[in-house]
């Protein structure tokens, strides 16, 4: 298995999450001596959920056994645009899953 004996293995563990908890807890302490959070940080921040969430999915989006698939044969791409442009204009989330999920189920279907 490895060289290292259990209690280092637990002691790293506790490390990480000592700085984790550290380094989060910063920003909450931080933010808190602000009267008021700047324009532009708040800005930003309400940036970061989409950006998490095109992380999130542009892998499965776009790859294919690890290599790029951009084409009409990549279902999940397809399905995602239509999905994207359901979104855009219905601005409903319900909506968006269910005409994303029936996309690409029929074209799985299909192929």
């Known amino acids: 298995m490895t060289d290292y004996g259990s209690l280092v293995i637990w002691m790293a563990i506790a490390v990480v999450a000592v700085g984790t908890w550290v380094f989060r807890t910063v920003f909450v302490v931080l ?36 290599a790029l698939a951009v084409g009409i044969d990549n279902e999940q791409l397809l399905a995602g645009i239509v999905a994207f442009v359901v979104a855009w204009y219905t601005e409903n989330m319900f909506v968006t899953i269910v005409v994303g999920m029936g996309t690409l189920w029929t074209l799985l279907f299909i192929v």
């Not at 989409?50 to 056994?65: C, N, S, W, Y």
């Open 31 to 66: 933010f808190g001596l602000l009267d008021d959070v700047p324009q532009r940080v708040h800005r930003i921040l309400a940036l970061i959920p989409a950006a998490v969430i095109a992380a999130i999915v542009a892998p499965d989006l776009f790859l294919r056994e690890g």
